[in-house]
């Protein structure tokens, strides 16, 4: 079973735009990460955000955390054509690092 | 990018045989990890390794083996490989502490025909 479910399933935006995508999660969680995925390729780490943390950022790259209603989002300012890939959420619980992955927001940025 | 490379990274095998994917890492972390991703499902747990012959199931374990005789090397096998096998698979290592991030190999695209 998934523990994330993210929405939108797809995104499609012009450059300079922002992009916002959102993650809805089931347990209690250790930790939320965000992973970014190009075609064909492997994920890469994009931030981290604890279970005590509510807000984070790097970069053009914004998260929240909302344990109340086990929901995070994430922001992209001003998004360039390099941003389209696929973006996964995924929660991690219990001390073995396994995570649990939604399904993904496919984004396109058009210049 | 962290040390960690996947062998084959495309294999097409029939149906009934044996098929064994490598994971090698060069890190020396304590966890490792195989997820298979399927269009969408995201990415999904097979098996997982916390050390040296300690391994344990994940979410979709069926007809997967692992091994890790070395901290480096994590062994996933298909022991008779059938078409609902056809996926990319990936691995992944985790230091070991909590709140750390994981890090994923470039993936092995298997097509069972």
């Known amino acids: 079973s998934q523990q994330g479910e993210e929405d939108p399933q797809a995104l499609s935006i012009q450059e300079g735009e922002n992009a916002t995508m959102n993650c809805s999660y089931k347990?209690?969680?250790?930790?939320l990460q965000w992973y970014r995925q190009n075609s064909g390729r492997g994920l890469v780490h994009l931030i981290l955000?604890?279970?005590?943390?509510r807000e984070k950022h790097s970069g053009r790259l914004r998260v929240t955390l909302d344990t109340s209603k086990k929901s995070s989002s994430l922001l992209i300012t001003a998004s360039r054509a390099a941003d389209t890939a696929s973006y996964f959420c995924?929660?991690?619980?219990?001390?073995?690092?396994?995570?649990?992955f939604g399904a993904g927001t496919q984004v396109v940025v058009t210049p | 990018d962290a040390g960690i490379t996947q062998s084959p990274r495309h294999k097409v095998t029939e149906t009934g045989t044996p098929v064994t994917l490598r994971c090698h890492q060069t890190?020396?972390?304590?966890?490792m990890y195989w997820y298979r991703q399927d269009p969408g499902h995201g990415l999904r747990l097979i098996h997982y390794?916390?050390?040296?012959?300690?391994?344990d199931k994940g979410e979709v374990s069926d007809g997967y083996s692992v091994s890790r005789s070395k901290t480096e090397d994590f062994l996933l096998t298909l022991e008779s490989a059938t078409s609902s096998q056809t996926s990319v698979y990936f691995c992944?290592?985790?230091?070991?502490?909590?709140?750390?991030?994981?890090?994923f190999g470039q993936g092995t695209r298997l097509t069972v025909v």
């Open positions: 347990t209690s969680i250790n930790n």
């Open positions: 390794s916390y050390g040296v012959k300690d391994t």
């Open positions: 992944a290592i985790n230091p070991g502490q909590t709140n750390t991030e994981a890090f």
């Open positions: 890190e020396n972390h304590r966890y």
């Open positions: 995924a929660t991690a619980a219990g001390v073995r690092g396994k995570l649990q």
């Open positions: 955000i604890r279970s005590n943390e």
